[in-house]
């Protein structure tokens, strides 16, 4: 389905039924990675001011403990705003590290304008970064505060190295204690193997060993902030109930990740 593809891409090459006769505008939305996506400000409480932001699934030119995050900044409001620009919120450099947007801020967003632009965030294993928000001229006060969370699913890379053998391999070694079992109410593994795909930044894992892909579907990441395995496996019972493996031996994580997957696995 179009969301396998849309979601990993990257995973499985994409397929020629997609390229072909697609105009260059919806190739660029396809081998555009786009993970979780939300709200840093809304423009009620700033007087419109409004900042997006969302998740991009590709590797930050800072290197692999950073996640690229796009920043969306739209003006909806009658009025110029000036010198918008954002820092940490007390950094603990310990922890975390931060990138700053091009050219350290936006110098004018013009009625109803929007513009984009990217930062880099460290979040090590905490669960946010806070920021300050400054704005010289044009809303409602001159500094905003506002936090992005380490949504658990984007805390990590695609591993697309392991074959089927050496999943099970590392499944096996790595532990009682760090092993999650989920039950998933999702009609099929499909559904269920998409649901994954879109809620974490994982690789597809189906090269050597025999995989019947009706029975058994399984995904891996490395983790960005010490490249542990992330390990989820999809299994279809033969009366069609789907259970649900992590397993992950960062436990300041397992249990983050664990909620997510339930949430994603749970029928809407």
Same mark, same amino acid.
Request: aromatic share 8%; with cysteine.
């Given at each position: 389905?179009? *969301?396998?593809?849309?979601?990993?891409?990257?995973?499985?090459? !994409?397929?020629?039924?997609?390229?072909? !006769?697609?105009?260059?505008?919806?190739?660029? =939305?396809?081998?555009?990675?786009?993970?979780? #996506?939300?709200?840093?400000?809304?423009?009620?409480?700033?007087? $419109?001011?409004?900042? *997006?932001?969302?998740?991009?699934?590709?590797?930050? #030119?800072?290197?692999?403990?950073?996640?690229?995050?796009?920043?969306?900044?739209?003006?909806?409001?009658?009025?110029?705003?000036? $010198?918008?620009?954002?820092?940490?919120?007390?950094?603990?450099?310990?922890?975390?590290?931060?990138?700053?947007?091009?050219?350290?801020? +936006?110098?004018?967003? !013009?009625? $109803?304008?929007?513009?984009?632009?990217?930062?880099?965030?460290?979040? !090590?294993?905490?669960?946010?970064?806070?920021?300050?928000?400054?704005?010289?001229? $044009?809303?409602?006060?001159?500094?905003?505060?506002?936090?992005?969370?380490? +949504?658990?699913?984007?805390?990590?890379?695609?591993?697309?190295?392991?074959?089927?053998?050496?999943?099970?391999?590392?499944?096996?070694?790595?532990?009682?204690?760090?092993?999650?079992?989920?039950?998933?109410?999702?009609?099929?593994?499909?559904?269920?193997?998409?649901?994954?795909?879109?809620?974490?930044?994982?690789? +597809?894992?189906?090269?050597?060993?025999? &995989?019947?892909?009706?029975?058994? #579907?399984?995904?891996?990441?490395? &983790? &960005?902030?010490?490249?542990?395995?992330?390990?989820?496996?999809?299994?279809?019972?033969?009366?069609?109930?789907?259970?649900?493996?992590?397993?992950?031996?960062?436990?300041?994580?397992?249990?983050?990740?664990?909620?997510?997957?339930?949430?994603?696995?749970?029928? =809407?």
């Amino acid at each position: 389905s179009n *969301d396998i593809m849309g979601g990993a891409s990257l995973a499985s090459g !994409g397929t020629d039924d997609i390229l072909f !006769g697609a105009s260059a505008d919806s190739l660029m =939305k396809n081998t555009e990675n786009v993970g979780f #996506r939300g709200e840093l400000l809304n423009h009620t409480h700033t007087q $419109g001011l409004q900042i *997006d932001y969302e998740f991009m699934r590709q590797q930050s #030119r800072y290197g692999v403990r950073f996640n690229q995050i796009r920043l969306i900044f739209e003006n909806r409001w009658d009025k110029s705003m000036k $010198g918008i620009s954002l820092s940490p919120h007390n950094l603990d450099k310990s922890q975390q590290d931060y990138r700053d947007i091009f050219d350290g801020g +936006i110098a004018e967003l !013009g009625p $109803g304008e929007k513009k984009t632009d990217y930062i880099h965030v460290q979040f !090590g294993k905490t669960s946010e970064m806070r920021f300050d928000i400054n704005v010289q001229e $044009g809303t409602n006060k001159n500094r905003h505060t506002a936090k992005i969370k380490g +949504i658990p699913g984007e805390l990590m890379r695609q591993n697309i190295g392991y074959s089927v053998e050496e999943f099970l391999k590392k499944k096996k070694a790595s532990g009682a204690m760090s092993e999650r079992n989920i039950n998933c109410s999702l009609d099929t593994i499909d559904e269920a193997a998409n649901s994954i795909i879109k809620t974490f930044n994982v690789g +597809i894992i189906n090269s050597g060993g025999n &995989l019947d892909m009706s029975k058994e #579907r399984y995904f891996a990441g490395y &983790l &960005l902030s010490d490249d542990s395995d992330v390990l989820i496996s999809l299994e279809a019972s033969s009366s069609g109930k789907i259970t649900c493996t992590i397993n992950c031996t960062e436990f300041m994580l397992v249990d983050a990740i664990t909620g997510v997957a339930r949430q994603c696995l749970t029928k =809407k």
